[in-house]
């Protein structure tokens, strides 16, 4: 399946350019940076480009939800990473089932291998998918002493985390970008996603890595983003543009993090795939 694949590679710095040139991606140039004309841009056509502090790469999905999107063809699998966050091939995926509470940790200075390690044709057996997700993040791995110090406030609201089992979506998003917003996010949900969110924030004890998924159907990626934005743009109502520290001033993108797995789990039959964060060093 070579054919019928692309990839949107996001990055900040315009010395990336080769680097996933060489990878047969498509570079996209987010921020101010003055890119050449060989990036794709968020900021042409409908888009959302002067939310980017807040939205990080979800002014991206918004520009090809609104500009793109229908001049895809059906069948076709779009995916999008970031510069160091690379789908991994197939070869390389039997060697995280092997072990995949360390492949992360064994695998992060590989950089030089970076040809041989990321995802660059469709396995085949992926056709009995519709989406694919990033590796699970599990909430469980915390020592207590450092949910004492940086987390009471969450604890008390989450009592339950005190044992593993109970460190929910919830509790961590409480500890690490704010107590209750995710709540009061989760109330504004679309009415008949609402509840099924709320139950999933409040028991699940893992989500999957970044605003990052790989989709072989426009329509389902359609559906997806006509939930998505119009709740991302009730919740900027009720938290705003004022945000400070690196937990809050992100939180669009957090949000929409705990919100993709949840939806595309719900509507469409999915597969877990693992991400590697490669430690690259950059040019200068």
Known sequence: MKNNFQMYCISVDENDLNLIKSLNYIPVGLGKTNFSHEWMRDFNGENISHKNKWY?????HYYIWKNELINFEENTW????????????????????????????NNNQRYKEIDKICLKEIP??????????????????????KILKYGKVALLRNPKAIFKSGRTIRWHFDMFHGNGILDKAS???????????KDYINNETSFNHGCMFICKSK?????????????LERCEKEF??????????????YLAERYIPFWFKKYSNCLVWPILSLDIPRKK
């Not at 160091?84 to 089932?97: A, G, L, M, P, S």
């Not at 109330?187 to 969110?197: A, G, P, S, T």
């Not at 705003?240 to 993108?253: D, P, Q, S």
Request: glycine content about 6%; overall charge negative.
């Open 219 to 231: 329509k389902l990626m359609n559906k997806f983003y006509n939930s998505l934005f119009p709740w």
């Open 124 to 145: 085949n057996f992926w056709s009995n998918y519709d989406a694919v997700l990033g590796h699970d993040v599990f909430l469980n791995k915390f020592k207590i002493m």
């Open 187 to 197: 109330n504004l949900v679309d009415q008949n996603e609402r509840d099924d969110f």
């Open 78 to 105: 779009i995916g999008f990473c970031a510069y160091r966050d690379f789908w991994v091939n197939e070869n390389e995926f039997k060697i995280y089932k092997d072990d995949p509470k360390n492949y992360q940790n």
């Open 240 to 253: 705003g543009f004022n945000l400070e520290g690196y937990g809050k001033t992100r939180i669009y993108a």
């Open 56 to 60: 990080t790469e979800l002014t991206f």
